[in-house]
């Protein structure tokens, strides 16, 4: 089930905008170690919707998207996922011009199916500098985070009915 909840916090030290949290989680009927393994290669990044590859530099990976407004380009950086004791961690992070600087952590944890079959939760939180002065707003960032976690499902549970 999809909960998308925008949290803005405010910061006590300088008068600089609010940053915006917003959180998206998901089941996926997959365990979360084969869930895990699809965000450990290149093409993690082509499960965001919306997204086209411009090109490769530093490490970071140079996208294209089509905003409401106007097309945006943006510099990501992906962490591939990381276990814990309870779950798998990835974090990645955007930038560009008339975007808020957004950082990421995607965490996938271990959740019984109602048939008692492994499955996984997947939680995102999306933190960003905020939305004024940007081509992004929370609605259309809430549709792209759910639109992600729904491809991740997607490939998730396609690989697991093929094994």
Known sequence: MLQPVTEPTANAQAPQPAATRTRV???IEADPTSTALLLTGPTAIDLWPGLRRVAEVSGRVVVETDLP??????????????????????????AGPG???????????????????????????????GFSGTVLDEPTLT????GFLANLAHAAESRNRAA
Do not use: K, N
């Not at 975007?99 to 939760?121: C, H, K, V, Y």
């Not at 549709?143 to 759910?146: N, Y």
């Open 69 to 94: 407004e106007r097309p945006a380009a943006a510099s990501v950086r992906a962490l591939p996922p990381q276990r814990t004791p309870t779950a798998y961690v990835t974090r990645f992070e955007w």
């Open 143 to 146: 549709a792209m985070a759910e």
């Open 99 to 129: 975007l808020p600087a957004t950082s990421a952590e995607l965490t996938l944890s271990f959740e019984a199916a109602a048939d008692g079959a492994s499955g996984t939760l997947a939680e995102l939180l999306l933190t960003g500098s």
């Open 25 to 27: 989680s998901r089941h």
